[in-house]
């Protein structure tokens, strides 16, 4: 079945340490996304890709880095310089912009607790 | 910029009752818009889509019409279920061929139906 995985769906970090989130996806799509979700709150967008070897900056890329290697893989780093962690991070992925039905796909999230 | 504005929740209903979600946009050219369902600790998942003017989305009995006279994309549904509680988001799309192309969320609307 085709989808996106994110992994773990729990996450443990310890102050000053540097975790990384995977995102796959096996739906043969260009663009992929991280957002942040914090307690009642909506998504915000930390990077985004359209295309193998290029990424963007969303609204709140501090602290966070990606790669974009392959097309199916997006991992997010958080960095120690990222001071306020904890949250629920998803993943997405879309059919290249230049279709009109760009709607996207979400992964199962995981979410992050600094202890 | 382009945003999304929803009605803060959350919406508390009775089993069978009318839904009404509001929402309202911002944004150049034609966006597509969609309705987003997130459960309890799970990631989103596409309701509904509308990708021109006048369009209605439908799915699982909601129902969402593009108005672009009044930049709305409310929400509705006839008679929810206790099923139904979870939390909306309503997001729009930049046109295909924006180089700034990523989705947009607003805050998301909690619903909660009790039986």
Redesign the interface.
Known sequence: DGGITQSPKYLFRKEGQNVTLSCEQNLNHDAMYWYRQDPGQGLRLIYYSQIVNDFQKGDIAEGYSVSREKKESFPLTVTSAQKNPTAFYLCASSSPPTRMNTEAFFGQGTRLTVV | GDSVTQMEGPVTLSEEAFLTINCTYTATGYP?L?W?VQYP??????LL?A?KADDKGSNKGFEATYRKETTSFHLEKGSVQVSDSAVY?CAL?RP???SS????????T?LLVRP
């Open positions: 597509s969609f987003y600790g799970e990631g989103l998942q596409l889509k990708t988001f799309t295909p061929m924006d192309y990523k989705l947009i969320f607003g805050s998301g909690r």
